[in-house]
């Protein structure tokens, strides 16, 4: 297998930072993290180096950076504030922290991830931050859905009717309603490590997504899939309860939390969706059964008008 030379260029700058900030390096745990289009993460030692897309800018990694350095107790903190440039990305190094183990979901911390949500949505947004990209994002999957060859009509109508019920905010074509509540805007378990490793505290990371916005889009991916039936009711509740108890803003405190997550989820959901969708029809397979339970959420969603709803059509 042919390694890229930013693949290549980015182990070697993570050895290098590694080394330079540890007075003896075991040089064992060296490995590809992850490696899309979009993000490029390798570790060397107890040193992560990340590639971040193509199209992140300076200007918009920067804030995003400091904020992460600013809040140490529920952001990991960079090594360094400052970006560096390889291969036409902006490179961060970080901590390495011990990520949730997707073989077991019995200790997925539920509660840590809200508590940090609650934690983060209440903290003083540092000026000047971008806005929240979790609209963005999930324009830019139904703009992937909409441009995939050999699509199946049956599964991408009902996800295209779906977004068109959503309103124009959440499609990311105009401003969020709350433009000073810091929010990470990707939130699932995988965005959590404990640092120090292996078992220190639990810390939100990615901070490529952070930015001011709507808070309950951050609680939008556990409540749609609860809403679609793929999270037990009991780790909803876990999810939600601590993050009340915290003092989170982005649902009231008492009563139905669905008029405030209605759309954040419907959005996610939609979102989940054209992406399963446009993955599908690359490999060329068939829908698998979570992915068409999300098709399924779209069709049934379409037919209640999020201004509407109380929450998702069962």
Do not use: N
């Amino acid at each position: 297998m042919t390694t890229s030379p930013l693949l290549s260029a980015l182990t070697a700058r993570a050895k290098t930072k590694a080394h330079s900030t540890a007075s003896a390096c075991p040089c064992g745990a060296t490995g590809t993290l992850a490696d899309r289009p979009d993000a490029t993460v390798v570790r060397h030692a107890d040193t992560v180096a990340k590639a971040h897309a193509p199209d992140m800018t300076r200007t918009d990694l920067a804030p995003r950076l400091t904020a992460a350095a600013q809040l140490p107790g529920i952001l990991l903190p960079p090594l360094s504030p400052t970006p560096v440039d390889l291969h036409g990305r902006l490179v961060t190094f970080w901590p390495y922290g011990t990520p949730v183990d997707p073989e077991d979901p019995d200790a997925a911390p539920w509660e840590s991830a809200a508590t940090l949500l609650a934690h983060l949505h209440r903290a003083p947004a540092p000026a000047p931050l971008p806005p929240m990209r979790g609209p963005a994002k999930a324009a830019r999957a139904i703009a992937r859905l909409r441009a995939t060859a050999a699509l199946a009509a049956t599964a991408t109508a009902p996800v295209l009717r779906a977004w068109s019920t959503l309103p124009a905010w959440a499609r990311a074509e105009a401003p969020m309603p709350d433009s000073t509540t810091l929010c990470h805007g990707d939130l699932h378990l995988g965005q959590l490590v404990r640092h120090p490793a292996p078992d220190g505290p639990w810390l939100l990371i990615d901070v490529d997504d952070l930015g001011v916005g709507v808070p309950a889009w951050d609680l939008a991916r556990p409540a749609a899939w609860y809403a679609c039936g793929l999270l037990p009711p009991d780790e909803w509740a876990r999810f939600l309860d601590a993050y009340r108890a915290a003092g989170g803003p982005a649902v009231p405190a008492y009563g139905d939390p669905w008029p405030a997550l209605d759309v954040p989820a419907r959005a996610l959901t939609v979102q989940t969706a054209a992406r399963s969708i446009a993955k599908a029809a690359a490999a060329g397979r068939a829908l698998d059964d979570v992915e068409q339970a999300l098709v399924d959420a779209c069709d049934r969603m379409s037919s209640t008008p999020p201004d509407l709803a109380q929450g998702f059509p069962t």
